[in-house]
Structures are given as structure tokens and as C-alpha cells.
């Protein structure tokens, strides 16, 4: 008989506890795996050819308040921030006025969706 000892108390191995431990073991793991810190993205240079794309992409305007580059100097921004796991990819990147991109900071903003094409 495999017993498993607690203490002082011995008791015999059924499948129910193999079960109720496995069970455990496995809910430990996924509670460390969320608690990991998200790997933050490097962040590089926009080369200015990608930047001139994002902004011909989305009509030299900003995404939130529709400013155009006229009025204010725009910026290029991540929709997902690279410090929340976002990509450098261009399908992640917006334009954005300067009082817009401040505001946003390292958000997530629901308003705004990644453009693939």
C-alpha cells in the first residue's frame, strides 16, 4: 500500500487525492505563470520610411481627436505599448497628435484597433 504522510497523519493514496493533487500542482503553476511580469518589447528607432507609411495609412490625422498635421505635429504611436507586450509592427502603430499620444501614456485603448492589410 502507498501511503502519503502530512505531518503525523498518514494516509492511503487514492485516485481521488492523486487527482485533487495533480489538480493543485496544476493551479500552482498557472497562478506563477500569471503573476511572470510580461516581457517588455525593445524599443527601436521608426525608420522614417514606416513612419511616412503610417501616416499616408491613416490620412496625416490624429486617430483620436482628427487634428491633421497642419494644425499640430504629429506622432507615431503603438496601440498595444511595447510595455504591455505590444510589437514593433506596423499593424500596431498609429498616428497620433502630441496632447493624444501624452494622454494615452502606456495605455491600452479600447477606442483604437490594429490596421492589417
Given amino acids: 500500500m502507498i501511503s502519503l504522510q502530512s505531518g503525523s497523519v498518514c494516509a492511503p493514496v487514492t485516485p481521488f487525492l492523486v487527482k485533487k493533487l495533480v489538480r493543485n500542482k496544476n493551479r500552482e503553476e498557472r497562478i506563477k505563470h500569471l503573476n511572470k511580469p ?26 483620436s481627436c482628427g487634428t491633421s498635421n497642419k494644425e499640430v505635429k504629429l506622432q507615431v504611436d503603438h496601440i498595444i505599448p511595447l510595455a504591455k507586450g ?31 492589410s
Avoid at 517588455?40 to 525608420?47: A, E, H
Avoid at 494622454?103 to 485603448?109: N, P, T, Y
Wanted: charge should be positive; hydrophobic fraction near 20%.
Fill in 38 to 63: 510580461m516581457e517588455k518589447t525593445p524599443r527601436i528607432p521608426i525608420p522614417p520610411s514606416v513612419r511616412k507609411y503610417v501616416f499616408e495609412r491613416d490620412n496625416y490625422q490624429c486617430q
Fill in 86 to 116: 505590444g510589437s514593433n509592427d506596423m499593424s500596431n502603430l498609429q498616428t497620433l497628435c502630441g496632447d493624444c499620444n501624452q494622454q494615452k501614456s502606456d495605455r491600452i485603448d479600447r477606442r483604437f484597433k490594429r490596421h492589417f
